[in-house]
């Protein structure tokens, strides 16, 4: 130590200079004894001027020192050291140098080991805190070299308590804290081997977790640890290596199944004994740096089968989606396997099981690796394995795992698309069976991979292949332990090849028709949708003659044919047997329609409704069975109906005019479900059709009327029987087009009120009325109006005290239209004031308000209607009407009849309208007055002194008055004393020479 004296005086002196030399002399060294405390006094601060030097060399000497110094001195002379070079360590594991804190870090765990827990301190929780921390990769892979050194001093037991913490932070949502702690993984298995052996199973699966993970840096960890691992342990731990391996080449991630192709990939070569680094540019796929030596020392260490496994996946990754993957997996292979197409004959079960599993994956990278694999395969090595092949895949096919038999059925694809004609047509009798068993699975994933597999073999060539599995699927349906099973591999068959349902139907729909046959064609028609077309009209003409109960009758070879639920029907029909035996048929029928109508599509909906039509028109035969279908169409369907709404409504319409009851109430259901799809603001586009249909089937009643009121049927049957069509109208009045399509909704209405009796009107009393009352001030046409009023007038007379509600704003409607220009309007809406006053409270004022405007009323067509309505007034109400409202009434009829009886006549010929309302007036309230009454207007007129005397329009009068009075209280006339003197008058009248 005396000799290194000067050296070190000279480094204390000027250690900008001297420190670097200093230090090597002290590494050069070597130390007999121990080092005492006053030469220890000397090392000391040169070494820390060199853990604080700004050289990563001179650093990385001072480190080494201090991990020496440990073994040179006793714990006592180095402790008073500690606090000051254990703060310079932690820098310098901090270091962007690799090999500063690698050596750092030995150092560090040297200085505890030398100086047991006492040097410990803080260190421990700074270690940790640094590899969480948010700051550089450099500084947590720092750490966690520290840390793996620390725990390697501080023992198993530390380590073990310690873990769980660890493998919690390895799964953070922080990727700074994952990636610190994979790296920390990287390092026990260099500082702790035989120790952390015993926890590779808790951390082998964090690993493979991190090569996946989304952030580079923590994938980048998770690799060099997985390295580490099969470094260290690539022999002892074989076992419980390779299955973490294997398991990351399924991933559905190309980073892992990466990473772990190369982790598998070093594995082996460890096993083999060759490094793996030799690549050769160019040749064959087939050729590789590869030795029988290599494949033996896997073989030995592995065993037969499981050395086909992992060649197995080997040879699946060869065929990855990613270049990246294959391109490892091509290396890894060419390095350990000698001879391809050997080593493919002797693995081949193993390989098929691989392939056949990867099939069946939900990852779409993994199946389409294994189905390039496949189909390479068969290329490559052809005849060679396609005899062994088929016959582990037929094996497979029995397998109790649905996921397995998809799988076979995958890969019976793949194989089908790379075989040659000649292969298919050599081997097409031990493809055939699987794919047909496969068809009728009970698992629909596994159908529909038989059925891809199906279509490639059509159009590979095989037709016969249809030939040979249809007909046994269609014998299948009569048996009701197949029968599931058939219809869903007939099914699966036309998802791939749809033209076979040309020659499917006929088969179905063969006489005598059987329920699984007619249930066939309704699950089938969906998947057939593109040649659905051409049949509709076979498909609709059978099913739903049925479905209307008009079974035609089996000879009694054709019952023997049918299904036993059939051939029980047809033999009490053939016995005279109960006439009213359900057949069941009928029900699979109308199911049978109603799932062909529903896939039909927008090409082949015009022939739909073209049999729809026609079997409406077969009125004892299909009708009953179309007017459902419909009604379930019009509900289920998607489909754009409102350009044949019209056509359907017609043909809907006409049969409400049946007689037989359950017809009419399924058209009427029909009806409803037909306009149930016309949005609201294109119904009255549809107000003519409905009422050409209606007036039809008016028309249709009226000829087979025998008494009673003229009731369409159909409107009478079921509750609320104008709700398919009272919407369409008012839709009409409210929103047409045209004053036409107004004025026909309005008249439409009518005839619906009309047709239907009080009870069916009484639910849309409130729904009419108040429309019609809101639009009739509206500026319509004369004609829209009439055809409005003329509505209102039916509800009045039909609807009777429904409608007391709206009395208040029908009379001043109705007021209001006694002076409309239009003679139609005013007179329409005169009849309607007359027959209202049956509801109102109030005909006492509105009696008197009457007879006063027709008395002052310039113009004498108003003052026509003004009298019109007052007539009406009295015959409803007169009876209600007191002896002060009648002498008011009284007196404004005969000053009115003065005037008239005074005025030259206001036409050149025929009857004056002014005078004839007048009369009628006159009568009726003749009829209402009494006798008292009666002789004081006769008295005034035909009966006066005078007698039917003056001018000639004072003559005419006077006699329509007589004539009038004699229509409506002739029976008045007696008991006033009247008689005699009113026939006098009228013989006189009647020798007028005029």
Same mark, same amino acid.
């Given at each position: 130590?005396?000799?290194?004296?000067?050296?070190?005086?000279?480094?204390?002196?000027?250690?900008?200079?001297?420190?670097?030399?200093?230090?090597?002399?002290?590494?050069?060294?070597?130390?007999?004894?121990?080092?005492?405390?006053?030469?220890?006094?000397?090392?000391?601060?040169?070494?820390?001027?060199?853990?604080?030097?700004?050289?990563?060399?001179?650093?990385?000497?001072?480190?080494?020192?201090?991990?020496?110094?440990?073994?040179?001195?006793?714990?006592?002379?180095?402790?008073?050291?500690?606090?000051?070079?254990?703060?310079?360590?932690?820098?310098?594991?901090?270091?962007?140098?690799?090999?500063?804190?690698?050596?750092?870090?030995?150092?560090?765990?040297?200085?505890?080991?030398?100086?047991?827990?006492?040097?410990?301190?803080?260190?421990?929780?700074?270690?940790?805190?640094?590899?969480?921390?948010?700051?550089?990769?450099?500084?947590?892979?720092?750490?966690?070299?520290?840390?793996?050194?620390?725990?390697?001093?501080?023992?198993?037991?530390?380590?073990?308590?310690?873990?769980?913490?660890?493998?919690?932070?390895?799964?953070?949502?922080?990727?700074?804290?994952?990636?610190?702690?994979?790296?920390?993984?990287?390092?026990?298995?260099?500082?702790?081997?035989?120790?952390?052996?015993?926890?590779?199973?808790?951390?082998?699966?964090?690993?493979?977790?991190?090569? #996946?993970?989304?952030?580079?840096?923590?994938?980048?960890?998770?690799?060099?640890?997985?390295?580490?691992?099969?470094?260290?342990?690539?022999?002892?731990?074989?076992?419980?290596?390779?299955?973490?391996?294997?398991?990351?080449?399924?991933?559905?991630?190309?980073?892992?199944?990466?990473?772990?192709?190369?982790?598998?990939?070093?594995?082996?070569?460890?096993?083999?004994?060759?490094?793996?680094?030799?690549?050769?540019?160019?040749?064959?796929?087939?050729?590789?740096?590869?030795?029988?030596?290599?494949?033996?020392?896997?073989?030995?260490?592995?065993?037969?089968?499981?050395?086909?496994?992992?060649?197995?996946?080997?040879?699946?990754?060869?065929?990855?989606?990613?270049?990246?993957?294959?391109?490892?997996?091509?290396?890894?292979?060419?390095?350990?396997?000698?001879?391809?197409?050997?080593?493919?004959?002797?693995?081949?079960?193993?390989?098929?099981?691989?392939?056949?599993?990867?099939?069946?994956?939900?990852?779409?990278?993994?199946?389409?690796?294994?189905?390039?694999?496949?189909?390479?395969?068969?290329?490559?090595?052809?005849?060679?394995?396609?005899?062994?092949?088929?016959?582990?895949?037929?094996?497979?096919?029995?397998?109790?795992? #649905?996921?397995?038999?998809?799988?076979?059925?995958?890969?019976?694809?793949?194989?089908?698309?790379?075989?040659?004609?000649?292969?298919?047509?050599?081997?097409?009798?031990?493809?055939?069976?699987?794919?047909?068993?496969?068809?009728?699975?009970?698992?629909?994933?596994?159908?529909?991979?038989?059925?891809?597999?199906?279509?490639?073999?059509?159009?590979?060539?095989?037709?016969?292949?249809?030939?040979?599995?249809?007909? #046994?699927?269609?014998?299948?349906?009569?048996?009701?332990?197949?029968?599931?099973?058939?219809?869903?591999?007939?099914?699966?068959?036309?998802?791939?090849?749809?033209?076979?349902?040309?020659?499917?139907?006929?088969?179905?729909?063969?006489?005598?028709?059987?329920?699984?046959?007619?249930?066939?064609?309704?699950?089938?028609?969906?998947?057939?949708?593109?040649?659905?077309?051409?049949?509709?009209?076979?498909?609709?003409?059978?099913?739903?003659?049925?479905?209307?109960?008009?079974?035609?009758?089996?000879?009694?070879?054709?019952?023997?044919?049918?299904?036993?639920?059939?051939?029980?029907?047809?033999?009490?029909?053939?016995?005279?047997?109960?006439?009213?035996?359900?057949?069941?048929?009928?029900?699979?029928?109308?199911?049978?329609?109603?799932?062909?109508?529903?896939?039909?599509?927008?090409?082949?909906?015009?022939?739909?409704?073209?049999?729809?039509?026609?079997?409406?028109?077969?009125?004892?035969?299909?009708?009953?069975?179309?007017?459902?279908?419909?009604?379930?169409?019009?509900?289920?369907?998607?489909?754009?109906?409102?350009?044949?709404?019209?056509?359907?409504?017609?043909?809907?319409?006409?049969?409400?005019?049946?007689?037989?009851?359950?017809?009419?109430?399924?058209?009427?259901?029909?009806?409803?479900?037909?306009?149930?799809?016309?949005?609201?603001?294109?119904?009255?586009?549809?107000?003519?059709?409905?009422?050409?249909?209606?007036?039809?089937?008016?028309?249709?009643?009226?000829?087979?009327?025998?008494?009673?009121?003229?009731?369409?049927?159909?409107?009478?049957?079921?509750?609320?029987?104008?709700?398919?069509?009272?919407?369409?109208?008012?839709?009409?009045?409210?929103?047409?087009?045209?004053?036409?399509?107004?004025?026909?909704?309005?008249?439409?209405?009518?005839?619906?009120?009309?047709?239907?009796?009080?009870?069916?009107?009484?639910?849309?009393?409130? #729904?009419?009325?108040?429309?019609?009352?809101?639009?009739?001030?509206?500026?319509?046409?004369?004609?829209?109006?009439?055809?409005?009023?003329?509505?209102?007038?039916?509800?009045?007379?039909?609807?009777?005290?429904?409608?007391?509600?709206?009395?208040?704003?029908?009379?001043?409607?109705?007021?209001?239209?006694?002076?409309?220009?239009?003679?139609?309007?005013?007179?329409?809406?005169?009849?309607?004031?007359?027959?209202?006053?049956?509801?109102?409270?109030?005909?006492?004022?509105?009696?008197?308000?009457?007879?006063?405007?027709?008395?002052?009323?310039?113009?004498?067509?108003?003052?026509?209607?003004?009298?019109?309505?007052?007539?009406?007034?009295?015959?409803?109400?007169?009876?209600?009407?007191?002896?002060?409202?009648?002498?008011?009434?009284?007196?404004?009829?005969?000053?009115?009849?003065?005037?008239?009886?005074?005025?030259?006549?206001?036409?050149?010929?025929?009857?004056?309208?002014?005078?004839?309302?007048?009369?009628?007036?006159?009568?009726?309230?003749?009829?209402?007055?009494?006798?008292?009454?009666?002789?004081?207007?006769?008295?005034?007129?035909?009966?006066?002194?005078?007698?039917?005397?003056?001018?000639?329009?004072?003559?005419?009068?006077?006699?329509?008055?007589?004539?009038?009075?004699?229509?409506?209280?002739?029976?008045?006339?007696?008991?006033?004393?009247?008689?005699?003197?009113?026939?006098?008058?009228?013989?006189?009248?009647?020798?007028?020479?005029?």
């Amino acid at each position: 130590m005396s000799a290194l004296v000067p050296v070190l005086l000279a480094a204390i002196a000027d250690p900008n200079a001297c420190t670097r030399s200093c230090l090597d002399t002290l590494l050069s060294t070597t130390f007999v004894n121990t080092i005492d405390a006053p030469s220890l006094a000397l090392v000391v601060p040169v070494v820390h001027r060199g853990l604080r030097d700004r050289s990563g060399d001179t650093k990385k000497r001072a480190a080494r020192i201090v991990g020496n110094m440990c073994s040179l001195t006793t714990p006592k002379d180095m402790t008073p050291y500690v606090p000051l070079l254990m703060p310079e360590l932690q820098k310098a594991l901090l270091d962007p140098l690799p090999e500063v804190r690698a050596t750092a870090a030995r150092a560090m765990g040297s200085l505890l080991k030398g100086m047991g827990p006492a040097a410990l301190g803080d260190l421990l929780p700074w270690l940790l805190t640094t590899l969480r921390s948010e700051g550089s990769s450099v500084e947590r892979s720092g750490a966690a070299q520290g840390l793996a050194e620390v725990l390697a001093v501080m023992g198993e037991d530390h380590l073990s308590e310690l873990l769980p913490e660890l493998c919690a932070s390895a799964t953070s949502k922080n990727p700074f804290v994952r990636e610190g702690h994979l790296t920390l993984f990287r390092y026990l298995p260099l500082t702790m081997e035989t120790s952390f052996q015993a926890h590779l199973g808790e951390v082998l699966p964090l690993i493979l977790d991190g090569l #996946s993970d989304e952030v580079e840096g923590v994938r980048d960890a998770a690799l060099a640890a997985g390295r580490c691992f099969v470094d260290a342990y690539a022999r002892s731990c074989l076992p419980l290596l390779l299955p973490a391996v294997e398991a990351g080449l399924d991933g559905s991630n190309w980073r892992i199944r990466q990473s772990s192709l190369e982790l598998c990939g070093e594995l082996l070569f460890k096993v083999a004994g060759t490094s793996g680094k030799v690549k050769l540019d160019g040749g064959s796929d087939d050729e590789g740096a590869a030795c029988e030596t290599y494949g033996a020392a896997i073989r030995e260490a592995l065993g037969r089968e499981r050395n086909a496994e992992v060649l197995s996946k080997l040879y699946v990754a060869r065929s990855d989606i990613q270049y990246v993957v294959r391109n490892t997996a091509l290396h890894i292979w060419k390095t350990i396997v000698v001879n391809t197409p050997r080593t493919l004959q002797e693995i081949l079960p193993a390989l098929m099981a691989e392939v056949i599993s990867a099939l069946a994956d939900p990852g779409e990278d993994r199946r389409g690796g294994a189905a390039r694999c496949l189909g390479e395969l068969v290329r490559k090595m052809g005849e060679r394995v396609l005899h062994r092949m088929l016959p582990i895949l037929r094996d497979t096919m029995s397998s109790t795992d #649905s996921a397995t038999r998809q799988g076979v059925c995958a890969g019976l694809k793949e194989l089908l698309e790379n075989v040659t004609r000649h292969q298919l047509t050599e081997h097409l009798a031990e493809i055939l069976p699987p794919i047909q068993t496969a068809l009728c699975d009970e698992d629909p994933a596994v159908r529909e991979a038989a059925g891809a597999a199906f279509g490639v073999l059509f159009k590979g060539g095989a037709h016969g292949a249809v030939e040979s599995v249809v007909p #046994s699927l269609l014998n299948g349906l009569d048996s009701p332990a197949h029968a599931s099973q058939s219809l869903e591999g007939l099914r699966v068959i036309l998802s791939v090849r749809p033209q076979v349902f040309n020659g499917v139907v006929p088969k179905l729909l063969k006489q005598p028709v059987s329920s699984a046959g007619l249930r066939a064609v309704g699950q089938l028609a969906a998947t057939a949708a593109p040649v659905l077309l051409h049949h509709i009209p076979a498909i609709m003409s059978t099913c739903l003659t049925l479905a209307s109960g008009h079974a035609p009758a089996p000879s009694a070879a054709a019952s023997r044919r049918t299904s036993m639920d059939d051939h029980n029907h047809h033999a009490a029909a053939v016995n005279g047997g109960n006439a009213d035996h359900h057949d069941p048929r009928e029900a699979a029928a109308a199911e049978a329609a109603l799932a062909t109508a529903l896939a039909a599509d927008d090409d082949s909906l015009h022939v739909l409704v073209a049999e729809l039509l026609k079997g409406l028109e077969d009125v004892a035969g299909r009708a009953l069975g179309t007017a459902t279908l419909i009604a379930a169409y019009a509900k289920a369907s998607k489909q754009d109906l409102q350009p044949y709404v019209d056509e359907l409504l017609t043909s809907l319409v006409l049969l409400l005019a049946e007689d037989d009851d359950e017809l009419v109430m399924r058209c009427w259901s029909a009806c409803e479900a037909v306009t149930s799809v016309v949005p609201k603001e294109d119904q009255a586009s549809h107000v003519g059709a409905l009422k050409e249909a209606l007036a039809g089937a008016k028309e249709k009643e009226r000829r087979k009327r025998r008494g009673g009121p003229l009731h369409l049927r159909g409107l009478l049957l079921p509750n609320k029987a104008l709700a398919p069509f009272v919407p369409i109208y008012l839709q009409g009045v409210l929103q047409g087009s045209s004053p036409e399509v107004r004025e026909a909704a309005a008249e439409g209405l009518g005839e619906l009120i009309s047709l239907t009796s009080e009870d069916g009107l009484k639910p849309f009393v409130v #729904s009419i009325t108040g429309p019609l009352i809101r639009i009739i001030g509206d500026r319509f046409p004369p004609a829209t109006k009439a055809a409005i009023l003329v509505t209102l007038g039916l509800l009045i007379r039909r609807a009777g005290a429904g409608l007391k509600p709206f009395v208040p704003q029908l009379q001043t409607t109705f007021l209001k239209c006694l002076n409309d220009p239009a003679p139609a309007v005013r007179l329409t809406a005169a009849d309607n004031l007359g027959e209202l006053t049956r509801l109102s409270a109030r005909v006492e004022q509105l009696v008197a308000d009457l007879a006063a405007n027709a008395a002052t009323a310039t113009d004498q067509e108003t003052a026509a209607a003004y009298l019109t309505a007052l007539r009406g007034a009295l015959r409803s109400s007169g009876d209600r009407l007191s002896a002060a409202t009648l002498d008011k009434v009284e007196g404004q009829l005969l000053g009115l009849y003065k005037t008239v009886a005074s005025r030259p006549s206001a036409t050149s010929g025929g009857v004056d309208p002014l005078a004839a309302a007048l009369v009628t007036a006159m009568a009726q309230y003749c009829a209402a007055a009494g006798a008292g009454g009666l002789s004081r207007v006769l008295s005034a007129g035909p009966l006066a002194a005078a007698g039917i005397s003056g001018s000639k329009e004072a003559r005419d009068l006077a006699a329509m008055l007589l004539a009038a009075v004699a229509g409506s209280a002739a029976g008045d006339l007696d008991g006033a004393g009247l008689l005699r003197g009113a026939v006098e008058a009228a013989v006189k009248a009647t020798r007028d020479p005029e």
